[in-house]
């Protein structure tokens, strides 16, 4: 079946340093792959989002790119902010049989940055 | 446009009652799925409908069901309620509902059973 696994948190980090998330999935078909972020009291929100290998995703300073080779789609940023503290999710969508129609997700990573 | 509305916000229950949970998608789309997230398990899909047809469903007990309308609102009843029912419970929408479009999610409903 189809899974995905995300780095374990949680993620402490200063204002303005690097971040990566990493994520690795396994599918049966073709995936396309996202990262949601969940805030405080708050559903999910698409953040970016990739549907074929080496497209890269991008928003809000936040940059992933789909890796068919290492079946990988890391999340990064260049310079974080106390804004960006929230539960990053990785999330891919496979259309094969039986598995078309949902997210299967990532357990999340806890972001925490701090001033 | 207005996103995707989730009622009610909160719910508390006890063991053995039912409940029923609603979902108004955005305006245009027809597909509405529903997900579980609990602290243990994470996000878990629990049924997909397009059309007022369930077109898939998670490995969850028969205690979780689901419809979905002619105007594309939809609502899962979950009955017999058990302690492990204590969840917050996601909504989202889609155009179709392919692969390749992103689902939006509404705020949730937090069940708490006593």
């Known amino acids: 079946g189809n899974s995905v696994t995300q780095m374990e948190g949680p993620v402490t980090l200063s204002e303005e340093a690097f971040l990566t998330i990493n994520c690795t999935y396994t599918a049966t078909g073709y995936p396309s792959l996202f990262w949601y972020v969940q805030y405080p009291g708050e559903g999910l929100q698409l953040l970016l989002k990739a549907t074929k290998a080496d497209d890269k995703g991008s928003n809000k300073g936040f940059e992933a790119t789909y890796r068919k080779e290492t079946t990988s789609f890391h999340l990064e940023k260049g310079s974080v902010q106390v804004s960006d503290s929230a539960v990053y999710f990785c999330a891919l969508s496979d259309p094969g049989p039986g598995s078309n129609y949902k997210l299967t997700f990532g357990k999340g990573t806890l972001l925490t940055v701090n001033p | 446009k207005a996103g995707v509305t989730q009622t009610p916000r909160y719910l508390i229950k006890t063991r053995g009652q039912q409940v029923t949970l609603s979902c108004s998608p955005i305006?245009?789309?027809?597909?509405v799925s529903w997900y579980q997230q609990t602290p243990g398990q994470g996000l878990q899909f629990l049924f997909e409908?397009?059309?007022?047809?369930?077109?898939n469903k998670g490995n969850f007990p028969g205690r979780f069901s689901g419809r979905q309308f002619s105007n594309s609102r939809s609502e899962m009843n979950v009955s017999t309620l058990e302690l492990g029912d204590s969840a917050l419970y996601l909504c989202?929408?889609?155009?179709?509902?392919?692969?390749?479009?992103?689902?939006?999610f509404g705020d949730g409903t937090r069940l708490s059973i006593l």
């Open positions: 409908y397009f059309s007022e047809t369930q077109r």
């Open positions: 989202a929408s889609s155009i179709t509902g392919a692969g390749n479009q992103p689902q939006h």
């Open positions: 305006s245009g789309h027809r597909s």
